[in-house]
């Protein structure tokens, strides 16, 4: 009798595992929603801006974690098999999640690139520190996109399109109101910079994060401290030697530390150069989850601490 029992149990156990994971296969959620997964935080305020509440907006990497090398557990790479839409940066800022995106990519999930839709920025000539890294030499292209308002722009519009195209999810109104908005950030952020003295505009950071921000506002990338576009770079002690006196030669006042950068290394080059150390948040949203704060936020710091 008591066997009988269990084995019901377990029946009525395994029936209940296979109705959830029918419900569960396919991306729209219980709404009839469509889902969206972006895989970091700050494209992510953006797209959740976008869309609203006409789909439901999942973001991957968890805020302050480094997307340079976060990497999924099983039941994110679910979320992102099973999404109607992925939006990723792409540029190899995904490092960790690489893999989990090809594959779903492959499996035939809807993806949309945000690199694909800007003007992509590369490393220069005479930019940063020479070093052998892979992702520093002449060329290498940046993903840190999302520190300039007018890329985010462009991203926004295509995004729209394809929110449209792809899904059937109509964001036009949405879409034309966050592109006027993320002008006049621009304009913003424009005229605050014109009260730092130009010799000031000089940016060292932890990696190579400012470079859109730089080329879009007129500051000059002196070096990091990690040279390199990805937090993964090696840092060698020629490479933080040639950083001291790049440093130095250019008067530069303020390192800005970032996620993945070591604060005592930083502190260090502060110590020896007599430039201060200020914490810098690239790639974390602030408190409120707002992209416009974590803009406005970045351009105070640089500005404050620069002049
Ligand atoms: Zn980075």
Same mark, same amino acid.
């Given at each position: 009798?008591?066997?009988?029992?269990?084995?019901?149990?377990? $029946?009525?156990?395994?029936?209940? #595992?296979?109705? $959830?994971?029918?419900?569960?296969?396919?991306?729209?959620?219980?709404?009839?929603?469509?889902?969206?997964? #972006?895989?970091y935080?700050v494209l992510?305020s953006v797209?959740?801006?976008?869309?609203?509440?006409?789909?439901?907006?999942?973001?991957?990497?968890?805020?302050? *974690?480094?997307?340079?090398?976060?990497?999924?557990?099983?039941?994110?790479?679910?979320? @992102?098999? =099973? %999404?109607?839409? #992925?939006?990723?940066n792409?540029?190899?800022l995904?490092?960790?999640?690489?893999?989990?995106?090809?594959?779903?990519?492959?499996?035939?999930?809807?993806?949309?690139?945000a690199?694909?839709?800007?003007?992509?920025?590369?490393?220069?000539?005479?930019?940063? +520190?020479?070093?052998?890294?892979?992702?520093? #030499? &002449?060329? %290498?292209?940046?993903p840190h996109l999302w520190t300039d308002p007018?890329a985010m722009?462009?991203i926004?519009?295509?995004?729209?399109?394809?929110?449209? !195209?792809?899904?059937? +999810?109509?964001?036009?109104?949405?879409?034309?109101?966050?592109?006027?908005?993320?002008?006049? !950030?621009?304009?913003?952020?424009?005229?605050?910079?014109?009260?730092? /003295?130009?010799?000031?505009?000089?940016?060292?950071?932890?990696?190579?994060?400012?470079?859109y921000f730089?080329?879009?506002?007129?500051?000059?990338?002196?070096?990091? +401290?990690? /040279?390199?576009?990805?937090?993964?770079?090696?840092?060698? %002690?020629?490479? *933080? %030697?040639?950083?001291?006196?790049? @440093?130095?030669?250019?008067?530069? =006042?303020? @390192?800005?530390?970032? *996620?993945?950068?070591?604060?005592?290394?930083?502190?260090?080059?502060?110590?020896?150069?007599?430039?201060?150390?200020?914490?810098? /948040?690239t790639h974390?949203?602030? =408190?409120?989850?707002?992209y416009?704060?974590f803009e406005?936020?970045l351009?105070? &710091? +640089? @500005?404050?601490?620069?002049?």
């Open positions: 009798m008591k066997r009988k029992y269990i084995l019901l149990a377990a $029946l009525v156990v395994l029936t209940l #595992v296979g109705t $959830l994971a029918c419900q569960k296969s396919t991306g729209s959620n219980n709404n009839g929603q469509k889902s969206i997964v #972006v895989t935080p992510g797209v959740k801006e976008l869309v609203g509440d006409k789909a439901t907006v999942n973001v991957s990497v968890p805020n302050g *974690l480094d997307p340079h090398e976060w990497a999924p557990s099983a039941k994110d790479i679910e979320a @992102i098999n =099973k %999404a109607d839409l #992925v939006v990723q792409g540029l190899g995904e490092g960790g999640l690489e893999k989990t995106l090809k594959a779903a990519r492959d499996r035939g999930v809807l993806f949309f690139t690199s694909d839709h800007i003007t992509v920025c590369r490393v220069g000539s005479g930019e940063g +520190i020479p070093s052998g890294n892979p992702d520093q #030499v &002449i060329g %290498a292209e940046d007018v722009k462009s926004v519009s295509a995004l729209a399109s394809q929110l449209k !195209l792809g899904l059937g +999810i109509d964001v036009d109104t949405q879409s034309q109101d966050l592109q006027v908005r993320l002008e006049n !950030l621009n304009k913003e952020i424009s005229d605050q910079v014109t009260h730092l /003295p130009l010799d000031n505009r000089n940016l060292v950071t932890g990696h190579e994060s400012m470079g730089a080329q879009r506002y007129g500051f000059k990338l002196v070096g990091a +401290i990690i /040279p390199g576009i990805s937090t993964q770079a090696e840092v060698s %002690a020629a490479d *933080l %030697a040639a950083l001291k006196k790049l @440093i130095e030669n250019n008067h530069v =006042k303020a @390192i800005f530390a970032e *996620l993945g950068t070591s604060t005592a290394v930083a502190k260090a080059i502060g110590n020896e150069t007599g430039a201060k150390v200020v914490e810098l /948040p974390s949203l602030p =408190k409120d989850g707002s416009f704060s406005r936020n351009a105070k &710091i +640089i @500005i404050d601490a620069l002049q």
